[in-house]
Protein backbone atom coordinates (compact mmCIF):
# COMPACT_ATOMS: atom_id res chain seq x y z
CA UNK A 1 0.00 0.00 0.00
CA UNK A 2 1.10 3.44 -0.71
CA UNK A 3 2.59 5.46 1.81
CA UNK A 4 0.15 8.12 2.05
CA UNK A 5 -2.88 5.44 1.65
CA UNK A 6 -1.30 3.86 4.91
CA UNK A 7 -1.28 7.71 6.79
CA UNK A 8 -4.61 8.27 5.63
CA UNK A 9 -6.21 5.15 7.29
CA UNK A 10 -4.62 5.49 10.60
CA UNK A 11 -5.88 9.00 10.91
CA UNK A 12 -9.88 8.05 9.80
CA UNK A 13 -9.05 5.45 12.65
CA UNK A 14 -7.97 7.85 15.00
CA UNK A 15 -10.57 10.65 14.05
CA UNK A 16 -13.04 9.88 11.83
CA UNK A 17 -15.06 12.86 11.79
CA UNK A 18 -12.84 15.11 10.93
CA UNK A 19 -10.85 13.03 8.16
CA UNK A 20 -14.02 12.11 6.75
CA UNK A 21 -13.42 9.49 4.60
CA UNK A 22 -11.22 5.82 5.38
CA UNK A 23 -9.34 6.49 1.58
CA UNK A 24 -7.91 9.55 0.15
CA UNK A 25 -9.77 10.44 -3.05
CA UNK A 26 -9.29 9.30 -6.63
CA UNK A 27 -7.26 11.39 -9.19
CA UNK A 28 -10.58 11.14 -11.08
CA UNK A 29 -12.04 13.20 -8.57
CA UNK A 30 -8.76 15.46 -7.99
CA UNK A 31 -8.93 16.14 -12.22
CA UNK A 32 -12.51 16.84 -12.11
CA UNK A 33 -12.27 19.16 -8.58
CA UNK A 34 -9.92 21.54 -11.06
CA UNK A 35 -10.75 21.03 -14.33
CA UNK A 36 -13.22 23.84 -14.52
CA UNK A 37 -10.90 26.34 -13.34
CA UNK A 38 -9.81 29.19 -15.55
CA UNK A 39 -6.00 28.90 -13.87
CA UNK A 40 -4.49 31.40 -15.72
CA UNK A 41 -7.03 33.72 -13.85
CA UNK A 42 -5.74 32.38 -10.69
CA UNK A 43 -3.28 34.38 -8.43
CA UNK A 44 -4.40 33.64 -5.31
CA UNK A 45 -5.99 30.05 -4.36
CA UNK A 46 -7.06 27.77 -1.10
CA UNK A 47 -6.92 24.53 -0.73
CA UNK A 48 -8.88 23.63 2.39
CA UNK A 49 -8.10 19.89 4.05
CA UNK A 50 -5.60 18.52 2.10
CA UNK A 51 -4.74 15.31 3.67
CA UNK A 52 -2.16 13.10 1.68
CA UNK A 53 -2.20 15.38 -0.93
CA UNK A 54 -4.12 13.58 -3.84
CA UNK A 55 -5.86 17.35 -4.77
CA UNK A 56 -2.90 19.41 -4.16
CA UNK A 57 -0.91 17.45 -6.37
CA UNK A 58 -3.75 18.06 -8.98
CA UNK A 59 -3.83 21.64 -8.17
CA UNK A 60 -0.18 21.77 -8.43
CA UNK A 61 -0.23 20.35 -11.97
CA UNK A 62 -2.18 23.05 -12.78
CA UNK A 63 -0.95 26.18 -11.51
CA UNK A 64 0.26 28.67 -13.78
CA UNK A 65 3.92 29.89 -12.48
CA UNK A 66 1.76 33.21 -10.88
CA UNK A 67 -0.71 31.21 -8.98
CA UNK A 68 -0.16 31.45 -4.50
CA UNK A 69 -0.97 28.45 -3.03
CA UNK A 70 -2.30 28.18 0.52
CA UNK A 71 -2.64 24.48 2.12
CA UNK A 72 -4.64 24.04 4.80
CA UNK A 73 -4.46 20.92 6.94
CA UNK A 74 -5.80 20.04 10.45
CA UNK A 75 -3.59 17.30 11.35
CA UNK A 76 0.00 17.63 12.28
CA UNK A 77 1.45 14.42 10.65
CA UNK A 78 -0.25 15.02 7.28
CA UNK A 79 0.42 19.12 7.71
CA UNK A 80 4.11 17.97 7.63
CA UNK A 81 4.15 15.58 5.06
CA UNK A 82 2.68 17.99 2.69
CA UNK A 83 5.22 20.49 3.35
CA UNK A 84 8.11 18.16 3.12
CA UNK A 85 6.53 16.93 -0.40
CA UNK A 86 5.47 20.39 -1.69
CA UNK A 87 8.47 22.06 0.30
CA UNK A 88 8.12 26.45 -1.36
CA UNK A 89 5.47 25.65 -3.86
CA UNK A 90 2.53 26.50 -1.27
CA UNK A 91 2.27 27.90 1.90
CA UNK A 92 0.72 25.55 4.78
CA UNK A 93 -1.29 26.28 7.84
CA UNK A 94 -3.43 24.51 10.26
CA UNK A 95 -6.90 25.60 10.78
CA UNK A 96 -9.40 26.32 7.95
CA UNK A 97 -11.53 28.24 10.09
CA UNK A 98 -9.15 31.07 9.96
CA UNK A 99 -7.88 31.49 6.50
CA UNK A 100 -7.82 35.22 6.17
CA UNK A 101 -5.67 35.53 9.47
CA UNK A 102 -3.06 32.55 8.54
CA UNK A 103 -2.73 33.85 5.12
CA UNK A 104 -2.58 37.46 6.47
CA UNK A 105 -5.04 39.19 4.37
CA UNK A 106 -8.18 41.08 3.96
CA UNK A 107 -12.00 40.09 2.86
CA UNK A 108 -12.34 39.27 -0.80
CA UNK A 109 -8.35 37.96 -1.16
CA UNK A 110 -8.83 34.88 -2.83
CA UNK A 111 -9.76 33.99 -6.30
CA UNK A 112 -10.44 29.80 -5.54
CA UNK A 113 -10.74 27.67 -3.00
CA UNK A 114 -10.87 24.18 -3.52
CA UNK A 115 -12.38 22.51 -0.38
CA UNK A 116 -12.06 18.31 0.53
CA UNK A 117 -13.54 19.34 4.29
CA UNK A 118 -15.96 16.80 5.18
CA UNK A 119 -18.93 19.27 5.90
CA UNK A 120 -21.68 16.63 6.70
CA UNK A 121 -19.54 15.12 9.44
CA UNK A 122 -19.33 18.78 11.09
CA UNK A 123 -21.49 20.15 13.65
CA UNK A 124 -24.14 23.29 12.19
CA UNK A 125 -22.04 26.04 14.37
CA UNK A 126 -18.74 24.60 12.49
CA UNK A 127 -20.15 24.31 9.01
CA UNK A 128 -21.47 28.02 9.52
CA UNK A 129 -18.23 29.58 10.87
CA UNK A 130 -16.48 27.57 7.42
CA UNK A 131 -18.68 28.82 4.82
CA UNK A 132 -18.53 32.26 6.55
CA UNK A 133 -14.99 32.27 6.32
CA UNK A 134 -14.76 30.77 2.84
CA UNK A 135 -17.23 33.06 1.64
CA UNK A 136 -15.17 36.55 3.15
CA UNK A 137 -11.65 35.27 2.20
CA UNK A 138 -13.21 35.02 -1.72
CA UNK A 139 -13.21 38.10 -3.85
CA UNK A 140 -16.69 38.70 -5.75
CA UNK A 141 -16.75 36.49 -8.81
CA UNK A 142 -14.50 34.23 -7.01
CA UNK A 143 -15.11 30.10 -6.73
CA UNK A 144 -15.47 27.50 -4.19
CA UNK A 145 -15.34 23.72 -5.36
CA UNK A 146 -15.80 21.53 -2.23
CA UNK A 147 -16.51 17.69 -2.96
CA UNK A 148 -19.17 15.68 -0.51
CA UNK A 149 -20.05 12.50 -0.20
CA UNK A 150 -23.91 13.41 -0.64
CA UNK A 151 -25.95 16.41 -1.73
CA UNK A 152 -26.76 17.49 2.11
CA UNK A 153 -24.53 21.04 1.96
CA UNK A 154 -26.66 21.83 -1.36
CA UNK A 155 -29.15 24.32 0.82
CA UNK A 156 -26.38 25.54 2.91
CA UNK A 157 -24.40 26.68 -0.23
CA UNK A 158 -27.21 27.85 -1.90
CA UNK A 159 -27.70 30.21 1.08
CA UNK A 160 -24.74 31.82 0.74
CA UNK A 161 -23.27 31.83 -2.84
CA UNK A 162 -24.83 33.77 -5.75
CA UNK A 163 -24.76 30.43 -7.62
CA UNK A 164 -24.71 27.06 -6.85
CA UNK A 165 -23.42 23.59 -9.78
CA UNK A 166 -23.27 20.34 -8.33
CA UNK A 167 -22.05 17.57 -10.79
CA UNK A 168 -21.22 13.86 -10.10
CA UNK A 169 -17.81 11.71 -10.03
CA UNK A 170 -18.62 8.09 -9.97
CA UNK A 171 -14.79 6.97 -9.93
CA UNK A 172 -14.17 7.47 -6.48
CA UNK A 173 -14.67 6.08 -3.49
CA UNK A 174 -17.30 6.69 -2.14
CA UNK A 175 -18.32 8.28 -5.09
CA UNK A 176 -18.59 12.04 -4.86
CA UNK A 177 -20.44 15.09 -5.99
CA UNK A 178 -18.17 18.32 -6.60
CA UNK A 179 -20.26 21.40 -5.69
CA UNK A 180 -19.00 24.59 -7.74
CA UNK A 181 -20.37 27.80 -5.98
CA UNK A 182 -19.69 30.97 -6.90
CA UNK A 183 -19.67 34.49 -4.80
C1 LIG B 1 -12.10 13.80 3.35
S1 LIG B 1 -10.43 14.22 3.84
C2 LIG B 1 -9.86 14.82 2.26
C3 LIG B 1 -8.39 14.69 2.09
C4 LIG B 1 -7.86 14.98 0.68
N1 LIG B 1 -8.23 16.29 0.22
C5 LIG B 1 -8.37 13.97 -0.31
O1 LIG B 1 -9.23 14.34 -1.11
O2 LIG B 1 -7.91 12.81 -0.28
C6 LIG B 1 -10.68 15.70 4.81
C7 LIG B 1 -9.42 16.33 5.39
O3 LIG B 1 -9.80 17.57 6.01
C8 LIG B 1 -8.99 17.77 7.17
N2 LIG B 1 -9.67 18.77 8.04
C9 LIG B 1 -10.78 18.59 8.79
N3 LIG B 1 -11.09 19.72 9.43
C10 LIG B 1 -10.17 20.66 9.06
C11 LIG B 1 -9.97 22.04 9.37
N4 LIG B 1 -10.78 22.70 10.21
N5 LIG B 1 -8.93 22.69 8.80
C12 LIG B 1 -8.08 22.04 7.95
N6 LIG B 1 -8.23 20.73 7.63
C13 LIG B 1 -9.26 20.05 8.17
C14 LIG B 1 -8.87 16.38 7.74
O4 LIG B 1 -7.79 16.26 8.65
C15 LIG B 1 -8.71 15.53 6.46
O5 LIG B 1 -7.36 15.39 6.12
Known amino acids: MEGGTALFIQKFIQSPLQVGSLFPSS ?3 ARKMTASLAWQNIELAAE ?3 GTGVITN ?4 CMEPGTKLHVFEKDLEMRKRLQKKYGPSADYHEDACEILKSIGKEEGALDVVLSGLPFANF ?3 LQAQLVTEIYRSLRPGGVLVAFQYSTQMKKTFQATFTEV ?3 FEPRNFPPAFVYTCIK
Open 48 to 50: LGA
Open 27 to 29: AAL
Open 165 to 167: EIS
Open 58 to 61: EIMR
Open 123 to 125: DKS
